[in-house]
Nanobody
Framework: QVQLVESGGGLVQPGGSLRLSCAAS????????MGWYRQASGKQRELVAA???????NYVDSVKGRFTISRGNARNTVYLQMNSLKAEDTAVYYC????????????????WGQGTQVTVSS
């Protein structure tokens, strides 16, 4: 059973910081891309940040300079350091991974975490 488990969400005041963590577990062959998406109430899910197995990163414009995505040494973990948080960052944040698992299927598949709530409010 392959799964992504997130942690680190919560309530923070504007200007504060949070760090999200996500660990992939199970019979994994290779992870190609890991990232974070978010979905605010009444809005579509959007990509926040992603990082490839080679270390290339990508950010949505609204978080550039404030958020940093990184991979753990074990390569099956991804972190999102969120600084200078704003009220508009409030959303459920989902971990995403595009990976190939050991089930005989050579094609990589998208996997999602259960989501963690981030609320920025005074």
């Amino acid at each position: 059973q392959v799964q992504l488990v997130e942690s680190g969400g919560g309530l923070v005041q504007p200007g504060g910081s949070l760090r999200l963590s996500c660990a992939a577990s199970g019979s994994i062959f290779s992870i190609y891309v890991m990232g974070w998406y978010r979905q605010a109430s009444g809005k579509q899910r959007e990509l926040v940040a992603a990082i490839t197995s080679g270390g290339t990163t990508n950010y949505v414009d609204s978080v550039k300079g404030r958020f940093t995505i990184s991979r753990g040494n074990a390569r099956n973990t991804v972190y999102l350091q969120m600084n200078s948080l704003k009220a508009e960052d409030t959303a459920v944040y989902y971990c995403h991974a595009n990976m190939r698992v050991n089930n005989g299927n050579p094609r990589p598949i998208d996997y999602w975490g259960q989501g963690t709530q981030v609320t920025v409010s005074s």
